[in-house]
């Protein structure tokens, strides 16, 4: 089993700063490395969505509403992710949510919720 724990979501204005933080946990983690890594997001009547994931070499893809604004970053060795979110707009207001693949199994946090709002 792999535990995800969600931080850094809040109450910002538009155009604002925000970075989440994802932090996994497990003692299968001293056995297998993580694959891939994301996050994804949930608006209150919307499906999920992709937001960005990144494998274990570092490539990246992000959805296309937040390209040129986010920016994903994990560091293997502590098995953290995290989320660097500029230049936020209402829009990108929903329920966070860390991902993790391992040994074929997706496991998610519990999310973590980002308002942008003025």
């Known amino acids: 089993q792999v535990r995800l724990v969600e931080s850094g979501g809040g109450l910002v204005q538009p155009g604002d700063s925000l970075r989440l933080s994802c932090a996994a946990s497990?003692?299968?983690?001293?056995?297998?490395?993580?694959?891939?890594m994301g996050w994804y997001r949930q608006a209150p009547g919307k499906q999920r969505e992709l937001v960005a994931v990144i494998t274990s070499g570092g490539s990246t893809n992000y959805g296309d509403s937040v390209k040129g604004r986010f920016t994903v970053s994990r560091d293997n060795a502590k098995n953290t992710l995290s989320l660097q979110m500029n230049s936020l707009i209402p829009e990108d207001t929903a329920v966070y949510y860390c991902?993790?693949?391992?040994?074929?199994?997706?496991?998610w946090g519990q999310g973590t919720q980002v308002t942008v709002s003025s």
């Open positions: 497990g003692s299968i983690l001293k056995i297998f490395s993580i694959g891939v």
């Open positions: 991902n993790a693949i391992l040994t074929g199994y997706q496991y």
